[in-house]
């Protein structure tokens, strides 16, 4: 299983390092990632749905998908029509009235339209009382924890560039594995038993230490070598804490509702890394945190 699991991982990073080279030199931003995100969109929201059914909810999926899609696509369709405007100082057409609506705009146009759908969703289905509260804040929730994050993720890519996300990726991931590593070698007292039983105070200092590695990796030598400037000092040790901490909350977050459900992974279909959302789940609740530093670190 080691093996397997250390040959598909290597696989998924060169194909994500790939896909991320290309989209770096495409014209169009995010071109290339749009697809694979997509991809994500679909089965983190399908796996989402798997795990609120499993714990006795039955949300309508169809709305739930529609929407997360509508968000996510909405954000990048948002951007590619602002990037496209040329001068519109003299008169402005409806078109060019449309395309100039701020990217944030179509995102939540797109998020007012999930919640919508999930309205009718379940009012098609109404037949007599009981569990439709339960079922639209299970449908919402989902539409909460993977589009809009994962629309986040598409404005980190399209306002501050690539380096952006691959900095989010490089502190939660290795953050992942200094906890892992550090909590093998030192692990004594446990962090949080009842949810993630082999989570413990050593590892998740192991986690802080290599996540701001990774924020030095990523801010002080991708970023540079991607066009973009270098950070302080004082900005990559606190975006590895910050971001390093939510990317902890956010596993956390998942081991939550996978213990609910009586789950051990949100899905089976990629053996030895779980599902998709085990492989996001960190990366999902870092995405904000790391875009208010961003924005907090273009204004001093």
């Not at 509508?70 to 001068?87: E, F, I, P």
């Not at 009382?129 to 980190?156: C, E, H, K, Q, R």
């Not at 560039?161 to 909590?183: E, F, H, Q």
Request: glycine share 12%; charged share 15%.
């Amino acid at each position: 299983m080691l093996r397997w699991r250390l040959s598909l991982g290597a696989i998924l990073i060169g194909g994500i390092v790939a896909l991320g080279y290309f989209d770096h030199k495409s014209a169009l931003p995010g071109a290339w990632l749009m697809p694979l995100l997509i991809i994500i969109t679909i089965l983190a929201t399908d796996e989402v749905l798997r795990l609120f059914r499993a714990a006795g909810l039955d949300p309508v999926a169809w709305p739930v998908h529609v929407g997360n899609l509508a968000v996510v696509a909405g954000t990048w369709v948002g951007w590619c029509a602002n990037l496209s405007v040329g001068d519109t100082s003299a008169e402005t057409t409806v078109t060019e009235a449309v395309m100039q609506i701020p990217p944030a705009g179509w995102a939540l146009a797109g998020l007012g339209a999930a919640l919508l759908l999930i309205f009718i969703g379940e009012m098609r289905r109404y037949e007599k009382p009981g569990g439709v509260i339960a079922n639209l804040s299970a449908a919402a929730m989902t539409v909460f924890y993977v589009g809009l994050p994962l629309a986040v993720l598409i404005d980190l890519r399209m306002r501050w560039g690539l380096a952006a996300v691959a900095s989010i990726i490089l502190v939660v991931k290795m953050g992942d594995t200094g906890a892992y590593t550090i909590g093998r070698l030192f692990g004594r007292h446990k962090m949080a038993p009842t949810l993630s039983p082999g989570k413990t105070i050593e590892g998740a200092f192991g986690a802080f230490t290599w996540a701001v590695a990774g924020a030095f990796i990523g801010l002080n030598l991708v970023t540079p070598g991607m066009g973009g400037e270098a950070s302080t000092v004082a900005q990559w040790i606190i975006f590895g804490l910050l971001v390093g901490a939510a990317g902890m909350l956010g596993d956390l977050a998942e081991s939550l509702i996978k213990r609910d459900a009586g789950r051990k992974d949100s899905s089976t279909w990629l053996p030895g890394f779980g599902g998709v959302m085990d492989l996001m789940d960190s990366i999902l609740l870092a995405a904000p945190i790391a875009w208010l530093l961003l924005a907090a670190f273009s204004v001093f």
